[in-house]
């Protein structure tokens, strides 16, 4: 069973659209969502969400937690060729001191000039 | 501002080989953590260490043994290689009073 559910699970767009990729959980004991951007190499973080209902921004990019309804979205707008990524969402659910992230498949995007 | 540092970035085995993948990092985080990532299947969690002296299996460790003897590295460890081994690994790192981890660039594995 996954506990961490991304989709779509890749998405073709053209550069200028706007893009929302979703991330919806099932944990019990929730603490935080993370998302990260994944190029060619290692991934890097973009947001870590804890609180219902605060977009955190970053540039073209933003982020929401819904923790009634259990998702995140990830929005990005006018996007860019350098946009192309696997977006790996995360769940932190340890819900203590024992930490352990229990990631998505990933959402695949490609952004065509 | 060196970071993760894993090695090798690349490598090929054959079946029944052993060898020790390596990671360091130099930002005296405590919790260090390994991940294989497989087509179609995300990060998964292989084995994980809060400290010196501490480790603790993940959701895939079998196949993999760590140790940690300094809070620098936790290099992981593949006694004979299997096939369903081939993967890319990455190393990750974060402190404990923080939930972002920072990774390494990965080592990609292929045993044949």
């Known amino acids: 069973e996954d506990k961490v559910v991304q989709s779509p699970l890749s998405l073709v767009v053209h550069e200028g659209d706007t893009v929302t990729l979703n991330c919806s959980y099932e944990v019990t004991n929730f603490r935080s969502l993370l998302w990260y951007k994944q190029e060619k190499k290692a991934p890097t973080f973009l947001f870590m969400l804890?609180?219902?209902?605060i977009e955190k921004k970053s540039g073209r990019l933003s982020s929401i937690l819904d923790k009634k309804e259990l998702f995140s979205i990830l929005n990005i707008t006018a996007t860019q060729t350098g946009d192309s990524a696997i977006y790996l969402c995360?769940?932190?659910?340890?819900?203590?001191?024992?930490?352990?992230?229990?990631f998505g498949k990933g959402t695949l995007l490609t952004v065509n000039p | 501002n060196a970071g993760v540092t894993q090695t090798p970035k690349f490598q090929v085995l054959k079946t029944g080989q052993s060898m020790t993948l390596q990671c360091a990092q130099d930002?005296?985080?405590?919790?260090m953590s390994w991940y294989r990532q497989d087509p179609g299947m995300g990060l998964r969690l292989i084995h994980y260490s809060v400290g010196a002296g501490i480790t603790d299996q993940g959701e895939v460790p079998n196949g993999y043994n760590v140790s940690r003897s300094t809070t620098e590295d936790f290099p992981l460890r593949l006694l004979s290689a299997a096939p369903s081994q081939t993967s890319v690994y990455f190393c990750a790192s974060r402190t404990l009073g923080s939930n972002i981890q920072y990774f390494g660039a990965g080592t990609r594995l292929s045993v044949l």
């Open positions: 930002m005296n985080h405590e919790y």
């Open positions: 995360a769940v932190d659910d340890s819900g203590g001191s024992n930490y352990k992230l229990t």
């Open positions: 804890t609180s219902s209902g």
